[in-house]
């Protein structure tokens, strides 16, 4: 079965920093994609990024880029310049069969 | 452009009590998800449509949840004899591109909060 992993339950960074959020994944799949979401105190997910587990090149999508390393199976999300907007809980998921399996998530907190 | 919409956004009920929670997807969009979250922890699958069957309800707890989509757009999720352990946010999400495919961008709505007394 399908398993996400999020090892760090909050950061912190500064305001303008990078920062990486880790996800390390478990499937036995060839095929599969890897999705980033943000969910703001506000309650709503908001999609981020996706990877293809086949696609060349890492993802990337204005200030998100994806941190693709298939034969470790984990997929980081880096966020350059970090605004005080960035604060929000941001969720590594995997498709499976059309669900997404989520994991645990990282509450990120940007310092001004 | 109207996204996907849940009511109520809160629900209070009592122990033992019948709830119904609605989502009103992207207009179009030919799959909706139900999702549960729970306090401090990510979002966990409860059921999808395509169309108007349901092609996966391996995600549903027990007998006491049931979920419609009588004509292929709006969603009913309906929980019987509620308990404490059902408190939790749920959520909806509606996409475009049929499950089964790699890429499945899902488009979720607010939520509701639903706190069982």
């Known amino acids: 079965a399908q398993k996400i992993t999020q090892t760090q339950p909050g950061m912190f960074v500064q305001e303008k920093e990078a920062v990486t959020l880790d996800c390390t994944y478990d499937?036995?799949?060839?095929?599969?994609?890897l999705f980033w979401y943000k969910q703001p105190s506000s309650g709503e997910m908001i999609f981020l990024i996706y990877q293809g587990s086949y696609d060349q090149q890492n993802a990337t999508e204005g200030r998100y880029s994806l941190n693709f390393q298939k034969a470790r199976k984990s997929a980081n999300l880096v966020i350059s310049a970090s605004q005080l907007g960035d604060s929000a809980m941001y969720f590594c998921a995997m498709v499976d069969w059309g669900k997404l399996i989520f994991g645990q998530g990282t509450e990120l907190s940007v310092k001004p | 452009g109207a996204g996907v919409s849940q009511t109520p956004s809160n629900k209070v009920t009592e122990k033992g009590k019948y709830v119904e929670l609605r989502c009103d997807p992207i207009s179009g969009h030919t799959a909706l998800y139900w999702y549960r979250q729970s306090l401090g922890q990510g979002p966990e699958f409860l059921i999808y449509f395509q169309g108007t069957g349901a092609a996966d309800d391996s995600g549903l707890p027990n007998d006491r949840f049931f979920a419609v989509r009588p004509e292929g757009s709006v969603s009913t999720l309906k929980i019987q004899r509620t308990e404490r352990g059902d408190s939790a946010v749920y959520l909806c999400?509606?996409?475009?591109?049929?499950?089964?495919?790699?890429?499945?961008?899902?488009?979720f709505g607010p939520g509701t909060r639903l706190t069982v007394l």
């Open positions: 999400a509606s996409s475009l591109i049929p499950p089964g495919g790699e890429v499945n961008e899902q488009f």
């Open positions: 499937t036995s799949d060839p095929s599969y994609g």
